[in-house]
């Protein structure tokens, strides 16, 4: 009987449009989280565990720079700088040779001399676990290390177009090199053997001790100044690595910084959804409780009857409060199976283009919509009950 | 609850005549449980006023009033809801029935909330008052002398100490005011209530202890 007064003034279409509102509002909240949390992991490592990495960082060559013979090299301040970052775990600096080499090969009776350059970097970054790669002063043998492509453009580059035959890496281990070392005025040959192939590293390289050691001897002796550094990183996708070297004019060699800047967009572009969403959610609120304000104001008097004929506040209270939390968790329920479908959808689209996509869970999704259908809710009974109090 | 007492209170709005000469307003009055009361006035005096002060809806008065000794004011929302539930029954001059819904709609919203009374005494009610044919009419279509009959029997339903009525033989004629003013007697002797009517003229007939002048 009560309802049968209440509900009087009850306006279909206001709470229908409230209704649509609030589900796009709660919708495109969820919506934005779930997406995120799906497509996040695939810019993250594959098994999600921290998985160290490494960078190479040069600094950007300009043109300009060139002419004004600005150095492209690296300062102990920055070099403090780059350590202090919370994306470092750990920076190695290039060290070149700084003395004159050259390496000859006797290879089927052919003699090739060149000269080269060598450089050394912490042993800790080398990617490449050889049991020899080690050097004790007077050690006669260099143990080097060179890029897995120079083997690469050799067999399937050079060797082909000229009939040579390809190499193996257990034949070009075999393969002793002579190695001249010169400069302040001294001249040296020792025997160079190539130990390992390094995929990480773009640069012929040395043992870091043979290097300190013939640096000193043969070097000119002034500061060193690393034109390149390796950094070891806990995640490369952190974006805080792309923004820091954007600022400083630093170039890395590969692009694994783009995966950074893919997760910064993706978690702007999340952002702004989910900004716009609460927005919306935010208006649908104020609409459903513009709704039950101006249902209670048509129904003022028969409220203050109702109240003066010995009905309780909060008993006359309750049919409104109902109603808005039940129309607030109808449209919790149908945002669950609203975003299900939509995720539905897009993870197939997902499944297409990414190798391995399954997606997170809908747990967290569900929790903030259901977070917002608790504030909204408390929200509205706090507020009918007080509008109901200032009745009499 | 056995008194209401009212001691020196006036509306606001009479605050500032120094006389009023009237028998309630900035004097001390009290009324007694199981005690009958006809309050006479001429318009404009304040009588609606009286009855919203006593049932707590309006507090634009000075002085106090308090029930047994406690002064209303102090009262929270769910104490004047107790009251209302259980001490004293009202009816208002404005009679306040819902007019969408049938008499006894209007009757039952009341006693469904008190459960004071069974459907056969408000059925002999209805017979006694002559709108037994009125049973499931909206109140809204009936007439007010009608009406009145109908907040009448809603403010039987309550298991009150004292009942307040505003003018409620106004649109009555006198067989069936003598009626009500028969009912309302029974209910003195049997349950003990207080009794407080206003009057502007026609005045619900029966044997009252007092008389005042407002």
Redesign the interface.
Known sequence: MLWKLLRQHVSIAQLVGFFVANLCGMVIVMLGIQFYKDVSPVFAEEDGLIKKDYIVVTKKVSTIGTLTGKSGTFSSYEVEDMKLQPFTVNVGLFQPARFKVSAGLSFGGMNMSTAMFLESVPDTFVDVKADDWTFVDGQKEIPIIIPRNYLNLYNFGFARSRNLPQLSEGMIGMVSLDIVLSGNGMREIKKGRIVGFSNRLNTILVPEAFMNIANAKYGDGGELRPSRLIIEVNNPADERIAQYFNENGYETEDNKLDSGRITWFLKLAVGVVMAVGLVISVLSFYILLLSIYLILQKNTDKLENLLLIGYSPSYVAKPYQILAVSMNFLVWGLSVVLLLLIREWYSDVLEDIIVGFDGGSIVLSCLAGMLLFFIVSVYNVIAIRRKINSII | MERIELDGVIPKVFSDKEQTGSDVWNKKIIFEKGKSYLIEAASGTGKSSLCSFI?G?RKDYEGTLSFDGRDVRMFS??DW?VI??KNIG?M?QEL???P??TSI?NV???N???QFRDLDKIKTWFCSLGIEDKWSEPVGKMSFGQQQRVAFM?MLC?PADFLIMDEPVSHLDDENGGIMGRMLEQEMSERGVGVIVTSIGRRLEMNYNTKIKL
């Open positions: 049932y809806y929302g769910r809801t209302r539930q009202m208002f306040r029935l819902f969408e819904l709609e039952m919203l009341k469904n909330l008190t809603r309550q």
